[in-house]
């Protein structure tokens, strides 16, 4: 039930993109681009880490109304101030963020923030009470919501960037009081508890320093779409945006896999011949995975009759997009050593060494080649970060054997770069070629593999 909700998320949202695409401007969609980005950060920096305190305790107490309290309190405060000084200065935060001054748009971001600071604990109470099917559609109906307000809207003429913004906060509203009517009885009662800072103290010690993991991969995840504003325009920002949107249909294959694989490698590593299995599944995945590079790389093409001509250049910055979600996927099969050895700040390293590795080449690549350039600096980061997180995890565990994905990885960043830098010559003999050579690995792989891939399914308990 749980995975309904990234396969609803991807469909929906890809429905959406070239919808929004016709109507708004580039510099429109980069605004929104901004929007998520500050909200997500926020949201980071408001929630301490004690939405994953919030998880890690859930189990372990009786008093689960006080434990919501706790971990939901501190960051109430901070939202309070943080809007406060935004809304004082709105005029300020509105130039930084959107280029342009409008005291409204704060008012907006305000509201959008604290609509998904809550969001994000009630829907903690869902998602721990194992209600999955009402926490997918929860995770849809925002998407939905969206959807429908863009078709809505797309009969007016002489939109702009307030009313793609209005969109996306009813949008966010709408999933808010979902949640809120949901969870009624638990924040109720939660309203009533006692606040003992003793607790939040002990809850912060773990949460904190997770909440610093997830700022650190925000920043590796982020970083290029900053830069690309600083140093480049809110067109080209646009632009990557909408490529970054199209990749986020491998992030199905990433939620599902990351779903599934957890609970399934620590359940194989008590196994007498559990990491043969691990090994092999790791091998099978890097395989599958180069296969759908292949697959998008030949039909990346259609993206042309779904876009305005305006927006020629995704499908060349499209395959690089596509290279973070796959090499995240890959990384999740080789850091099982850092979660096995429980030392996650190593999975903190790993984030930032990626994270400095791609503002050094955001630098450098960003003002002379725009979004071209933030697609090639952070697939590259993205490789870093899948091997940071793999040496790492051999360190405090076990050899492996990596050379294939690291082989295979240095092809898709490799094809996906030359598509970028020879995009003037890719024509349909480009595709036809492309085509040819998937069909061809995907027979050979399925005659090696078919065999095993029927006993690894058959026994996979």
């Not at 408001?46 to 309290?69: H, P, S």
């Amino acid at each position: 039930m749980f995975a309904i909700g990234p396969i609803g998320i991807a469909f929906f949202g890809f429905i959406s993109i070239p919808i929004m695409a016709w109507i708004f401007s580039a510099e429109d969609i980069a605004r929104l681009t901004i929007v998520q980005l500050t909200n997500t950060f926020a949201v980071l920096v408001l929630t301490l880490g004690l939405d994953q305190a919030y998880i890690r305790e859930y189990e372990n107490t009786k008093e689960k109304a006080k434990l919501l309290k706790s971990c939901l309190f501190p960051g109430l405060i901070l939202l309070i101030f943080i809007n406060f000084i935004m809304v004082y200065n709105a005029n300020y935060f509105s130039k930084l963020f959107f280029e342009k001054s409008d005291y409204y748009l704060i008012i907006l971001l305000a509201a959008y923030i604290t609509f998904s600071f809550f969001t994000r604990f009630l829907s903690l109470i869902l998602r721990m009470e194992e209600k999955g099917l009402a926490f997918s559609l929860s995770q849809i109906a925002p998407k939905v919501t969206f959807l429908i307000l863009i078709l809505f809207v797309s009969f007016y003429k002489n939109l702009n960037f307030t009313h793609l913004f209005i969109i996306q906060l009813l949008s966010i509203a709408t999933v808010f009081i979902f949640f809120t009517w949901n969870t009624r009885e638990k924040w109720i009662i939660a309203t009533r508890e006692k606040f003992e800072i003793k607790n939040t103290k002990s809850l912060l010690s773990y949460g904190y320093p997770l909440a610093l993991g997830g700022i650190a991969y925000w920043g590796l995840t982020s970083i290029d779409k900053i830069m690309l504003k600083t140093y480049s325009s809110l067109d080209q920002l646009g632009i990557y945006s909408i490529s970054i949107s199209f990749a986020g249909a491998a992030l199905i294959i990433q939620s599902i896999f990351s779903t599934i694989w957890a609970p399934t490698v620590f359940k194989w590593i008590n196994q007498e011949n559990g990491i043969a299995k691990i090994n092999i599944i790791r091998s099978h995945l890097t395989q599958i995975i180069f296969i759908i590079f292949l697959l998008f790389c030949s039909s990346a093409w259609l993206i042309d009759y779904i876009l305005p001509n305006k927006y020629n250049d995704v499908k060349y910055i499209f395959m690089a997009c596509l290279c973070f979600p796959l090499l995240y996927t890959l990384s999740e099969t080789t850091v099982i050593g850092i979660n096995i050895s429980r030392k996650t700040y190593l999975s903190f390293l790993a984030s930032m060494i990626a994270l400095i590795f791609n503002i050094i080449t955001c630098y450098f690549l960003i003002p002379k080649f725009g979004a071209f350039g933030a697609a090639v600096s952070t697939s590259l980061s993205f490789f870093v970060f899948l091997v940071a997180r793999t040496e790492l995890s051999i360190i405090v565990w076990k050899k492996f054997p990596r050379l294939k994905i690291y082989i295979l990885s240095v092809l898709m960043i490799t094809t996906s770069s030359l598509i970028i830098v020879f995009r003037e010559y890719i024509d349909i003999t480009f595709y036809t070629l492309s085509t040819l050579i998937t069909g061809i690995y995907i027979l050979v792989y399925l005659k090696k593999n078919l065999n095993q891939l029927k006993i690894l399914l058959k026994n996979k308990a």
